[in-house]
């Protein structure tokens, strides 16, 4: 009876130890933007390491899902229609209490062909499956429309990408994709995820914080603006006024 007990607490911890683990890791943990700033190349790399030391069963192949998201904020998306047939004006409008400011999804092959849908909402896996979270109680229809402009909208700017076949995994064992960070990204702690699959399931998942921040002049104003918004707010106005006098002066004059 004893031994059928210790082997009952021990099954989950003999379990555990037959799977694989991942070690991943990120080329930059911090990336800074100054006026300068057009994008960063991010490389996201690890390995795969398999109980006992041994090599992957090349019958059962494990896949590579990575994801770079950012700090999830409030959005309100808007959408207009033409009036008259002359005009574009705001119709409707829909607020998403927390979207990512910014997703990236790498994978070694179609997310679709690894995951069910279930799943693939589980862990927010792909454009399609994200967790937006609307600030109101619209119709099932509506919601997914502007749910798709919002996934387009950020597309189109370069803050939502899915690129499959990306990740390479050589021999099974050791894999790297790159992400692109463009100049447009907010600033704030973003997670890259890594997630091992196989046979429709997720494995293993392990995760690695970035930092993406502004500094010299830019985190000086940013700083400011946030800190003392009356005072910047009062210090823009001047600079505008006076930048504006200068102008009419030199126009006068020349």
Do not use: C
Request: proline letters at 6%; glycine letters at 8%; hydrophobic letters at 45%.
């Amino acid at each position: 009876m004893r031994r059928g007990w210790i082997a009952a607490l021990l099954a989950p911890l003999l379990m555990a130890q037959s799977k694989p683990v991942l070690v991943p890791d990120v080329s930059q943990r911090d990336i800074e933007i100054q006026y300068s700033f057009t994008g960063a190349n991010l490389l996201l790399f690890g390995a795969i390491l398999y109980p006992g030391g041994r090599l992957p069963d090349d019958d059962k192949p494990t896949d590579i899902v990575v994801v770079v998201k950012g700090p999830v904020q409030s959005i309100l998306v808007r959408e207009k229609q033409k009036l008259g047939g002359l005009i574009w004006v705001n119709a409707s409008r829909l607020r998403y209490r927390s979207a990512p400011s910014f997703y990236a999804i790498a994978s070694s092959k179609p997310i679709a062909r690894m995951l069910d849908a279930r799943t693939r909402a589980i862990y927010e896996l792909g454009l399609s499956s994200l967790q937006l979270s609307p600030a109101s109680s619209a119709p099932t229809q509506e919601q997914d429309r502007f749910a798709r402009g919002l996934v387009e909208l950020k597309a189109r700017t370069g803050l939502y990408v899915e690129a499959p076949r990306a990740v390479e995994i050589p021999q099974g064992v050791l894999y790297r994709a790159r992400v692109t960070i463009p100049a447009r990204v907010p600033v704030g702690r973003f997670t890259a995820e890594t997630f091992l699959i196989r046979d429709g399931r997720v494995l293993a998942v392990a995760t690695r914080e970035i930092d993406i921040r502004k500094s010299g002049f830019e985190r000086f104003v940013a700083r400011s603006a946030d800190r003392h918004s009356v005072a910047y707010g009062l210090v823009a106005v001047a600079l505008s006024v006076l930048f504006g006098w200068g102008a009419g002066v030199i126009a006068r004059r020349f």
